[in-house]
């Protein structure tokens, strides 16, 4: 059957005589070139053009010269894809079309390497199972799907699915060794070696190491010199044994290491107002404490300091964020004829994570949050094992295609119960944490006519089980030779359970130890000690299971070759999540999408050349899982806050029903042989139409601040507009001096909402800005590409990102309701750099 795709799609290249791309293949000219760009976004090759999905296309060089090494770098080239990137680009989640991941909610956004599902990594801070480091490197493509794509992919998410295809062994020796060097003492090596060590078995190796310093400057004295730094080394194995001439094997082999100081946060404001502890007025007793400085302190340090935008302070003396995965991923494809081919992928592997900073990015006396991790193990810990089996075929019309499949996903905790360990300070410096030798915050409580300590550390062992099952069709039937028809359907099965075993632990005020323990939630065990941190006295267990249909219904028209005009509608579902901390509100629902969709795919030729695209859609979306961020009672103040709990809610809920309605546009155009000109679109209007009180109890709680969804509001990650248009110049010289070209690309990214935390603090005036709105950005990058330097196999290039040095923040760290201030996450200043690539072979 491959053989049968590839033959039409060169058919179809060949009569229009150029290649028609999505930002896609970078060519070496800008005009004509006798290849089609193919993608797999309906898991069978096919040409780019023919594909009735909004899809964005890079290769490699594209991804070179924008300096992608991250997800957080595919984001900002890419209408309609978003990234939450507030604790760094190695724990950052992808939206699309408005359908983002917060805290401990299933990805929106499917990530396939190789056709093969990300690992899962559960922590206690949100992760986006996906493009982590290591990943962007030797590729031969990334597509980008928007929209629900539940019919044919693994895991059911909304938003769509982001497919990297790395480069496959070829039966050429050759290879290439890169080299980058750029400010911030950025360093990279790149080196891929393929190797055919036979007409039918051929390997190709590769690694990929990247170190830079951090942008933000830490200038507490405490801990790490500076913080968003880099660090990884990555290598990747790949095997194509072609066992029969219709009979071949694919193994890949991944794995990264990634050590950094990750990313903190800038205080913005504070709330002079606020009873939160250490806001502005300090309401404690510790004379084990002395010098007692507030959140509205230190913003007033820095002020006076003339502390630079990227200047952050820091609390957290012990700063790392440590990430190890690996992945083998074998596909084996086995032509049986012309219109039947059995496909089976299977894949295992492994992601850990340990983690310690301070949440915020806070330099208090007594710091809001800091994470570490347990005594004995790190808080991700997490295996993962997929199998999916296909048929793909063609009737002998050749009128239907069709395929089937099923799809398993098993994912458990390494090394069983006692795998993923956090312990977390509240309110409480240590001087020696393990020990438990803290300095906890306490007060004078009227209502209760004594001192209450406040601080204490929390030690939490929380670990997830999933079982995801599917069962999947979708065919293609061409009821003329210019109308054909598509019908889709899966049943997906979701199961995760979650057993949580939290202690809280209240440190003896003057620092010498532990005073008391107890479970945070639940029961706590008789003559409770030490013992409830090293067994599983205090575990909940919580269980959350769904079974949904998702389909597809599509209609494609083809007037002539250049014009492919389509409108469909497809049901999205994402499964519901267990959250142990969301007190009183410990599940949550699946959340559901019908998406309508028409659109227009038209390519022209002569001259000028190029294609234009544009697609409509329209989501009803309903049972959302959104955010909810609900302040402890204060039992001072409150006479219905009789059991306060010891933090707030940050929570997830089912309280959501929105609209999201929009236009994605994309078109290149070869203006002369020497110039290209790509332009990229998307409109987005993402409202909340409707939806329910969230659940709180008055008794721990304050329900009046609670801040949430309501219609009216704008979903998170969800700009209105963003406009991304590059401008490539080949210039005109001698063929024997090498293939020169400039680039420009320029991003318009509108202001959006990147949470709702601080919308009833600034409602009420007490903050001068809305910190929870990311501000609007133009951000320009430059480059320069010289390939084959003086018909040598050296290629140079420089680039340049963010090149007017915008000052931009990406995120809000939400604390104004629980801590009384609010920290932000700052954006890349300007990079630039050298690349040299040396390349050797056939």
Known sequence: MKAIIRTHAAIAATAMGVVLATPAYAQEGASVDDGAIVVTARRFEERLQ?????????????????NVVNSTDLAVYTPSLSVNSRFGPEKASFAIRGFSQ???????????????????????????????????FDLQNVQVLKGPQGTLFGRNTTGGAILLVPTKPTDRLEGYVEGTYGNYDATRLEAVINIPLAETFKVRAGVDWNKRDGYLKNRSGIGPDDFADRDYVAARLSILAELTPTLENYTIFKWARSENNGATGKIAYCDPTSTAPLAAVPAVLSPYVPLVQTHCDQLAFEQANDFGYYDVQNSQPNVALRQRTWQVINTTTWEVSDNLTIKNIISYGEAKESYAFNIEGDNVSFPFVMTNPGPNKG???????????????????????WQVGFYTEHSRPLGGEGSQEQLTQFLSPCSDLYAFKCSP???????????????????????????????????????????????????????QKEDADNVVITPARDGSGPESFRCSRGTTPANPDIRLVQGLFCTRSFVEKSSEPTWLIGLDFKPTEDILLFAKYARGYRGGGI?????????????????????????????????????????????QQASVFIPQCNGTTDPECTMPAFTGINGIQNVGKSRIRGIEADAMVNVTRDLRLEVGYAYLDAEVTG?????????????????FLTPGSRLPFSPKNRITATATYF??????????????TFTHTDKYYASHANDAAFAAGKIPFNASIAPATDLLNLSMNWKSVAGSPVDLAFFATNVTNEKYYVAPAGGIATFGAEYLFLGEPRMYGVRVKFNFGE
């Not at 061409?478 to 199961?495: H, M, P, Q, V």
């Not at 010289?733 to 400039?742: F, H, L, N, T």
């Open 50 to 66: 023919d594909v009735p999905i909004s899809i964005t296309v890079y290769n490699q060089e594209q991804l070179a010269a924008r």
């Open 102 to 136: 917060d805290l401990n909610t299933l990805p929106t956004v499917g990530v396939y390497f190789a056709e093969a599902v990300a690992p899962r990594l559960n922590s206690n801070i949100t992760s986006g199972n996906g493009a982590g480091v290591g990943d962007m």
């Open 441 to 495: 915050i306490f007060t004078f409580v009227p209502a209760l006519g004594r001192i209450v300590t406040v601080g204490n550390l929390g030690f939490a062992r929380n670990v997830y089980y999933y079982r995801n099952y599917g069962l999947y069709a979708q065919a293609t039937y061409e009821l003329t030779d210019k109308l054909s028809f598509t019908a889709g359907i899966r049943n997906t099965w979701d199961w």
């Open 731 to 744: 210039l005109p010289v001698d063929e024997s001096v090498g293939r020169i070209s400039v680039g420009a």
């Open 691 to 707: 939806g329910s009180t969230p659940f709180c109890n008055n008794a721990a709680f304050d329900c009046e601040r609670a801040s």
């Open 579 to 623: 959250n142990e901390a969301n007190q009183f509100a410990e599940t949550w629902n699946p959340e559901f999408v019908d998406d309508y969709e028409i659109g227009l795919k038209a390519s022209f030729r002569g001259a000028v050349s190029g294609y234009f695209n544009i697609t409509g859609f329209w989501n009803e979306f309903r049972d």
């Open 379 to 401: 808080q991700g810990n997490q295996w993962t094992f997929t199998e999916e089996f296909q048929l793909q075929g063609r009737a002998a019309s050749e009128r239907l295609q």
